[in-house]
């Protein structure tokens, strides 16, 4: 038992250390993706930047300027870059 021990703490220590965080940012992101409303500043991990003028199930509008809309699905957001605004009609 004694000779387990030093195994099951080097488990115990890669989980804390390694799953658990990325497992909270992974959880914060989809809250964030489910909280979105129509005016928030958001960033795709394609690196677009735009305002939300849409929202769908799994698919939201994003307007990239000049009246230029664009597709996207809510799970490519990967973070709000700013404050909301007004969506432009």
């Known amino acids: ?6 195994i099951i703490i080097l488990l115990v220590l890669f989980y804390v250390i390694l799953i658990l965080p990325n497992q ?17 500043q958001v960033v795709t991990s394609g690196g677009l930047v735009g305002s939300v003028a849409e929202l769908g199930q799994d698919v939201i509008t994003l307007d990239v300027g000049h009246g230029t809309r664009v597709r996207v699905t809510r799970g490519s957001v990967a973070h709000r870059s700013g404050p909301a605004m007004p969506p432009v009609q």
């Open 1 to 6: 038992m004694v000779q387990l021990l030093p």
């Open 24 to 40: 909270m940012q992974s959880r914060r992101v989809r809250k964030m993706q489910q909280s979105l409303n129509v005016g928030d």
